[in-house]
């Protein structure tokens, strides 16, 4: 396997560069520095369902070549554990479809991938249409919010695992929005100095949803927040999701917007994936910065990408840069995506308060 060049931020006055060397054995800690980082990294999980796709293996019959693909997601959770130290991993978000049709087969690969990262990386999920209401009768998902997603991913899975305490103190549990139910919920997060709240909300959130949230972060106007939802770009263009024919009932990525996401000064991301690479900056109403960052990487077909090929994202937080660094790199191929959609920056004051 070939040799990847990694720039990472890791001492606080000076700048160095470090090489990882992404080979089948992942960095190991040989390649740690002794100092106190000073850059953090969230990892972000895009669509897996084609990892977990063993119902009707649709991947199968779209890439017959490629067999079957939960190893992709086994690779990707490993490579998260083993370079944890390295890249100063905070935590880990899923940006929804974990599975395909919600099947109980397909979330035990999903239990799987997680089981790896249980102990050593903090994580968060989020709900998509593929996650959801499946249909025998049209092979269809998304008719109901019907759903086994909590049954594998129970609350208690989060709230009894001391790793989050050790995280983020035990006063400061994970908060979920209905007991026993895990579509909704969030948490907090604790890095260079700043405070943030990481809330993921539901496949096309109700309105009773969004009242939630929007109570949740009034709550917290000095936490620095980021939003994750499923839907909620248009893939490739630039804007937010309209009406669409899902038959559960909800609101698209521009509700979302004017309900939530536009009202709140301290919100400055929102992750989605559902549809391929998008990008959008925006202002909300208090004339704060909003990225909006979305990938999926699932029912691309390009060369270097088949069913997903175990792509993820890697955000590198630079507060002494105000800057966001985004890489697209797979363990499983060992390659980065380099389009401008893969690799690109994000300008974020982390010198100043929350505003």
């Keep these: 396997m070939q040799k990847l060049n990694l720039l990472l931020m890791i001492k606080r006055s000076i700048f160095l560069t470090y090489c990882i060397l992404v080979t089948g054995s992942p960095c190991s800690a040989g390649g740690e520095s002794a100092r106190e980082p000073d850059f953090f990294t969230l990892i972000i999980l895009p669509d897996t369902q084609g990892y977990a796709d063993v119902r009707h293996q649709e991947t199968q019959q779209h890439w017959p070549e490629i067999g079957d693909q939960r190893t992709c997601f086994f690779m990707q959770t490993e490579w998260i554990k083993k370079n944890r130290k390295l890249l100063n991993i905070s935590m880990v978000a899923h940006v929804g479809d974990i599975t395909q049709t919600d ?69 400061k549990a994970v908060h979920f929005r209905e007991e026993g139910k895990t579509e909704n919920y969030y948490l907090y997060l604790e890095e260079g100095g700043m405070k943030f709240l990481i809330l993921t909300l539901e496949f096309k959130p109700r309105d009773e949803t969004l009242a939630w949230a929007n109570k949740v972060v009034e709550q917290h106007p000095d936490y620095r927040t980021i939003v994750i939802t499923h839907a909620y770009l248009s893939g490739g263009k630039g804007q937010r999701t309209l009406a669409d024919n899902y038959p559960v009932q909800g609101n698209s990525g521009k509700s979302i917007w004017e309900k939530f996401v536009n009202k709140h000064k301290n919100i400055f991301l929102v992750l989605s994936g559902h549809a391929r690479e998008d990008l959008l900056t925006s202002k909300g109403k208090h004339g704060n910065t909003v990225h909006q960052v979305q990938a999926d990487y699932w029912y691309w077909d390009l060369p270097e990408i088949k069913a997903g090929s175990g792509y993820l994202r890697i955000m590198t937080f630079q507060p002494h840069k105000n800057k966001i660094d985004v890489q697209t790199y797979s363990p499983v191929t060992d390659r980065f995506l380099t389009r401008p959609t893969s690799k690109f920056s994000l300008t974020y004051s982390m010198q100043q308060q929350a505003k």
């Excluded at 008719?143 to 991913?153: C, V």
């Design 103 to 171: 099947h109980d087969d397909e979330w035990k690969i999903a239990d799987t991938a997680f089981t790896t990262i249980d102990d050593h990386v903090p994580y968060i999920l989020c709900s998509g249409n593929h996650d959801m209401g499946y249909s025998l009768q049209d092979r269809r998902t998304s008719h109901s919010r019907a759903s086994s997603f909590s049954s594998f991913f129970k609350p208690s899975r989060f709230t009894n695992n001391a790793l989050y305490d050790a995280h983020f103190g035990p006063e």
